[in-house]
């Protein structure tokens, strides 16, 4: 049987990738912003998971307003690595899994998510700079991430947007996928984006400390009732790109103490961690074990 072992939160920002791609990590800037993942490296070295189910959204990389999915689930074997106008990043190709995916696509759809399966597609930074972060830097040609993953692409660019409620649920309705699928395999989470910043507008450069802390205690503490927050509450405290928020919520609603009724105890914060600045976001990132 497959299990998810822990979930992960990490916020994306493009400029972080780019740090470590242009070897600037150590600069003084950056070096408090991966000093946040250290631990994690070595956590996510000793917890390998078989599969990461990745949830994140794309920018305007893979789709485009031509078309619009709001859940869309990577099937493919192979996803390779998006250009987003200054060439793709020199990471190694995403290595899918098909017949997880299939599972989890005919299992969800069964529980009445309509979601969109996409057999080609290219990952962008959305997906790329949390593997980066937690994974560390690597040789494009000779060191392949260390577990295959399955992205779900959710929109948050575009609205009408998913709400936190129905994340939620997409997250529980996952982990029941997961948990019935025959191979034994261990399955992580991530939810990743956010967590406040504004990129445009009056308001650009938002940041909300308070408010990123707070969900951050709610998350851990009280996932059903944060799902509850409308997304408005999102955009006037988080900025209108904190809205990548609301995909934390499909990871936290898949652990076990999330499931209707609870199949297992709350999970156990392993890591914690915040700051601001990086690029124009504050970096928020989490692990909870299961
Ligand atoms: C930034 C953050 C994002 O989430 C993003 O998708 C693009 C840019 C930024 O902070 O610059
Ligand atoms: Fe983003």
Redesign the pocket.
Known sequence: MARITASVYT?????IGAAMDLHKTAEPYWQPVFAGYDFSRRWLREHTPDVVVLVY?D?ANAFSLDCIPTFALGTAAEFGIADEGWGPRPVPPVMGHPELAAHIAQSVIQQDFDLTLVNRMEVD??LTVPLSLLCGERDPQREPWPFRVIPLAVNVVQYPVPSGRRCYALGQAIARAVQSFDEDLNVQIWGT??MS?Q?QGARAGLINRAWDNAFLDRLIADPAGLAQLPHIDYVREAGS?GI?LVMWLIARGAMADCATPPSGPAPRVTHRFYHV?????AVGHLILEA
């Open positions: 916020s994306h920002v493009p400029a959204n920018h930074h959305g984006g956010g910043h990129l790109e990548e600045p990086a690029s124009n976001t």
